[in-house]
């Protein structure tokens, strides 16, 4: 028998051509421990998409964004991923990182190299396979 799908909400935080990320915790029974992954999380029962994406920016980052855009969908792994574009409208030190080790405005060449370093922790991470692929999708289409 094959596992329930989850849904999730995902944010690609855009900043003048940068994409905000977060350093994943080094808890083995999370999804995507310890590398770099877009921001967001689960739904809750009878909740939208769109709803989840706020609930999960003010949790995470404590942030409010005034618009978001769909982008697309990607199902897979049990899996279904709502990908929303959201423009991020502050300086990274006015957000409150409740959630991971670090956060960091990645750039292109970032992205496509795949790895990061943290300042915070002192070490370079990888980019979550699936994080990755969805922000080189994005840049794709509007790069």
């Given at each position: 028998?094959?596992?329930?799908?989850?849904?999730?909400?995902?944010?690609?935080?855009?900043?003048?051509?940068?994409?905000?990320?977060?350093?994943?915790?080094?808890?083995?029974?999370?999804?995507?421990?310890?590398?770099?992954?877009?921001?967001?999380?689960?739904?809750?029962?009878?909740?939208?998409?769109e709803e989840a994406l706020k609930r999960?920016?003010?949790?995470?980052?404590?942030?409010?964004?005034?618009?978001?855009?769909?982008?697309?969908?990607?199902?897979?792994?049990?899996?279904?991923?709502?990908?929303?574009?959201?423009?991020?409208?502050?300086?990274?030190?006015?957000?409150?990182?409740?959630?991971?080790?670090?956060?960091?405005?990645?750039?292109p060449i970032d992205i496509r190299a795949?790895?990061?370093?943290s300042e915070r922790i002192g070490e370079?991470?990888?980019?979550?396979?699936?994080?990755?692929?969805?922000?080189?999708?994005?840049?794709?289409?509007?790069?």
């Amino acid at each position: 028998m094959s596992s329930p799908t989850r849904i999730v909400a995902l944010a690609i935080l855009e900043r003048n051509g940068r994409f905000l990320m977060q350093l994943r915790d080094d808890i083995p029974s999370i999804h995507y421990p310890g590398v770099w992954g877009l921001f967001g999380g689960h739904l809750e029962p009878g909740e939208s998409p769109e709803e989840a994406l706020k609930r999960e920016l003010w949790e995470e980052i404590h942030y409010r964004p005034a618009t978001v855009r769909k982008f697309r969908c990607y199902d897979g792994e049990n899996v279904n991923r709502h990908i929303f574009h959201v423009p991020l409208t502050v300086e990274t030190s006015e957000l409150i990182q409740s959630e991971g080790q670090d956060l960091a405005l990645l750039g292109p060449i970032d992205i496509r190299a795949g790895f990061y370093y943290s300042e915070r922790i002192g070490e370079t991470r990888v980019l979550g396979k699936i994080h990755r692929q969805v922000l080189l999708d994005f840049m794709e289409v509007t790069v």
